[in-house]
Nanobody, 119 residues
Framework: QVQLEESGGGLVQPGGSLRLSCAASGRIARIDAMGWYRQAPGKERELVATITGGGSPNYADSVKGRFTISRDNAKKTVYLQMNSLKPEDTAVYYC?????????????WGQGTQVTVSS
């Protein structure tokens, strides 16, 4: 079994910064793409950023220039540095990962962490 554990959410004022972390654990043979998604109240879950196993990032237009995704393969961890936060960034943020274990290959999700941007 694979678990993804997120941390780093919280309340921040507009213009502020937060750093989210998501650590994978379990019987993992390999982690391919990892990513961050978010879901605001009354809206569908949307992609924020993804990063390939080789470290190539991809961003939603709404966060380009403000958010940075990175990963530490040795720690099996993906990060999301969020700068210049806006009230519209308020959402529950979920990480996901495409993981090969020793018995299967699947997409796993974390439990979510709340980010609230408000003065």
């Amino acid at each position: 079994q694979v678990q993804l554990e997120e941390s780093g959410g919280g309340l921040v004022q507009p213009g502020g910064s937060l750093r989210l972390s998501c650590a994978a654990s379990g019987r993992i043979a390999r982690i391919d793409a990892m990513g961050w998604y978010r879901q605001a109240p009354g809206k569908e879950r949307e992609l924020v950023a993804t990063i390939t196993g080789g470290g190539s990032p991809n961003y939603a237009d709404s966060v380009k220039g403000r958010f940075t995704i990175s990963r530490d393969n040795a720690k099996k961890t993906v990060y999301l540095q969020m700068n210049s936060l806006k009230p519209e960034d308020t959402a529950v943020y979920y990480c996901n990962a495409r993981v090969a274990t020793y018995s299967n290959y699947a997409v796993y999700w974390g439990q979510g962490t709340q980010v609230t941007v408000s003065s």
